[in-house]
Nanobody, 120 residues
Framework: QVRLVESGGGLVQAGGSLRLSCVAS????????ARWFRQAPGKEREFVAA????????VYSDSVKGRFTISRDNAKNTVYLQMNSLKVEDTAVYFC?????????????WGQGTQVTVSS
């Protein structure tokens, strides 16, 4: 069982930046694909970014490509999401997810989420 704890959310003005962190409780996290999802009020959960276990591969949704960067520090059991040029439409609860497979699975581990609010 891997427990994921996100932090770094908050209130920021449009155009600003935030860095989210996700710390895992187990070192087995280092063998997992790590992803960030988000969910805005009244909307479905949306994929944001993913990073392979070795950090050799990253994938982004079109909506964040060029503005967000996912990275990981396996020595710290941590994955990050650097968010720049934030827009009002980036407002959502951001979730950290870890899984053995590249595609999402019912066996994935989810964090509790951290709120990001971007004001105009």
């Amino acid at each position: 069982q891997v427990r994921l704890v996100e932090s770094g959310g908050g209130l920021v003005q449009a155009g600003g930046s935030l860095r989210l962190s996700c710390v895992a409780s187990e070192r087995t996290f280092n063998y997992y694909v790590a992803r960030w999802f988000r969910q805005a009020p009244g909307k479905e959960r949306e994929f944001v970014a993913a990073i392979s276990a070795s950090a050799g591969t990253t994938v982004y949704s079109d909506s964040v490509k060029g503005r967000f960067t996912i990275s990981r520090d396996n020595a710290k059991n941590t994955v990050y999401l650097q968010m720049n040029s934030l827009k009002v439409e980036d407002t959502a609860v951001y979730f950290c997810v870890a899984g053995a497979e590249w595609n999402t699975s019912p066996h994935d581990y989810w964090g509790q989420g951290t709120q990001v609010t971007v004001s105009s």
